[in-house]
């Protein structure tokens, strides 16, 4: 069955450096989603990307769509203490979204 | 005003017993989902319903059945807990259909012993 990949699945970053997690899919999708779930919170979603190629951002978050739509990225610049927390993605595929397991973000200060 | 609203928050009991959890969204959504979220934080879908009718029932035991009386509200009952069943339980609702952004509850605990 369709599978979203995501890595790594913890990150540890220094405050004020960058990151990246990154998702792929072993299936072309229709959109990808990211969502945030902060310690002991609930997922919230952040953003969908529909078209091939597709950038948006949001502040320091900037998320990227594959050409192949097979893959995204999530790159955060700046990481501030408030970035802690899970970055999921989710690819919908066959009218099924499918989670990715999730990058956990510690954040040094 | 909470959009989707689950309770209880916590939920502790012992292996055999019957339990259910409550969800209702306030957001006007057509479709309503039940998560799992396990102790790696990995999210399943269990089940999803579109204005009342189950439109996916992922491979989930028959003692979780859920209910839908209307499209603000989806019920989770389970019989039989058992330890596996141990997890945090999401509810959520998307504006139209599976492919739109998802509303999660606050998300219940429930914890088996």
């Known amino acids: 069955g369709q599978q979203v990949m995501q890595i790594p699945q913890y990150q540890h970053v220094q405050e004020g450096e960058d990151f990246t997690t990154y998702c792929n899919s072993s299936?072309?999708?229709?959109?990808i989603q990211w969502y945030k779930q902060r310690p002991g919170g609930h997922p919230v979603f952040l953003i969908q990307?529909?078209?091939?190629?597709e950038v948006k951002k949001q502040k320091r978050l900037t998320f990227q769509f594959g050409e192949a739509k097979k893959n995204s990225s999530l790159h955060i610049t700046a990481t501030q203490t408030t970035d802690v927390g899970t970055y999921f993605c989710?690819?919908?595929?066959?009218?099924?979204?499918?989670f990715g397991a999730g990058t956990t973000v510690t954040v040094r200060a | 005003d909470t959009a989707v609203s689950q309770t209880p928050k916590y939920l502790v009991t012992q292996m055999g017993n019957d339990k259910s959890i409550k969800c209702e969204q306030n957001l006007g959504h057509d479709t309503m989902y039940w998560y799992k979220q396990d102790s790696k934080k990995f999210l399943k879908i269990m089940f999803s319903?579109?204005?009342?009718?189950?439109?996916i029932n992922e491979t989930v035991p028959n003692r979780f059945s859920p209910k839908s009386p209307d499209k603000a509200h989806l019920n989770l009952h389970i019989n039989s807990l058992e330890l596996g069943d141990s997890a945090v339980y999401f509810c959520?609702?998307?504006?139209?259909?599976?492919?739109?952004?998802?509303?999660f509850g606050n998300g219940t605990r429930l914890t088996v012993t």
């Open positions: 959520a609702s998307s504006q139209v259909d599976v492919g739109s952004p998802l509303h």
């Open positions: 990307l529909v078209k091939s190629g």
């Open positions: 319903y579109n204005n009342k009718e189950l439109i």
């Open positions: 299936t072309t999708l229709s959109n």
């Open positions: 989710a690819g919908l595929y066959d009218y099924k979204l499918s």
